[in-house]
């Protein structure tokens, strides 16, 4: 079965060009005419492992294009994700499969509420990736992907594709769990590193601050019904901010880059989360309005 891909971004260029080298079917959709013309200008998708370059010329459609859609795979920015499943809607075929790997929390669920009798997979990855130019993308580091259907636990038999293409991968049960887990870890790093303009590294400076953030963070994940995803979360934090010390949060590389953050469905969603249960989280609260001034400084969306 063919793999549509949405989002021509750092992961979904990666995961198209992995899945084309193993003989997967695979089709990008592109936004408009424009950067249909330019995709296909470059010849196609090139992946950069280490020395070594590998164009990919995958056949590209604009979502306009009549053909149904039975697997699609969507890897746009969590706030382009429900405008982007509504526009494709015609053509995902009664019983289509999405997987949606967008960050932090909120888009999956308003993309499966708008898509009765399709199935919505989720997904959150650590592989490491970003776009050397338009249509390359450079595998800048191995990680894991977790896939996971919070409303049907049978992995789909299409799992072995991902096995064939290199994708390294994890069926889960409770992927609900896995995305609090990640969206905590990014609401205790990228918003400092934003503030402060610094490389994740930099935040072992700010001890006390990270340490004051994760326990209320963790509070919050135990009142949300997330004990597992609370589990040593400060602990895991200072290893991921030791083992990607060297790197560039990628909220502060869309503020350097003048982008609209992912703010909404990170600390925006916390935050959020936290009144709905009436928990009085001040720390996290004085972040998210240290993070919007900061944005409204630079003329940057607070959405």
């Given amino acids: 079965m063919t793999w549509h891909i949405l989002g021509a971004g750092s992961l979904g260029t990666l995961w198209a060009a992995r899945l084309a080298r193993a003989g997967v079917p695979v089709r990008l959709i592109l936004r408009n005419h424009e950067r249909l013309a330019a995709y296909q200008a470059a010849g196609g998708l090139t992946l950069i492992e280490g020395d070594q370059a590998s164009q990919y010329a995958i056949p590209a459609e604009l979502p306009q294009t009549k053909a149904p859609i039975q697997r699609l795979l969507l890897a746009c920015k969590a706030y382009d994700a429900e405008n982007a499943v509504a526009e494709l809607a015609p053509r995902l075929a009664e019983g289509a499969e999405l997987l949606l790997l967008q960050n932090g ?25 970003f776009r050397q130019a338009d249509f390359q993308v450079v595998f800048a580091g191995n990680g894991h992907t977790w896939l996971g259907d919070p409303e049907n636990p049978q992995a789909p038999l299409w799992l072995e594709e991902l096995q064939h293409a290199g994708i390294a991968h994890q069926w889960s049960p409770d992927i609900l769990m896995r995305l609090w887990r990640k969206l905590a870890l990014n609401c205790a790093i990228n918003p400092l590193t934003v503030l402060y303009g610094c490389r994740n590294g930099d935040l072992r400076e700010h001890p006390a ?67 709905r249960h009436d928990l009085h989280l001040p720390h996290l609260h004085h972040l998210q309005q240290r993070l919007l001034d900061h944005l409204r400084e630079r003329g940057l969306p607070l959405n």
């Fill in 209 to 275: 601050e990270v340490a004051t953030l994760c326990a209320e963070l963790s509070e919050l994940l135990q009142r949300c019904g997330q004990p597992a995803a609370a589990d040593n979360l400060h602990d895991e934090v200072l290893r991921v901010i030791v083992a990607t010390a060297a790197n560039y949060s990628s909220m502060h590389q869309d503020v350097a880059q003048g982008r609209r953050t992912e703010i909404t469905y990170l600390l925006g969603y916390a935050c959020a989360a936290a009144q």
């Fill in 105 to 129: 929390l909120g888009s999956q669920q308003a993309v499966a509420q708008r898509l009765p009798g399709r199935r919505c997979l989720f997904a959150s990855s650590t592989e490491g990736a």
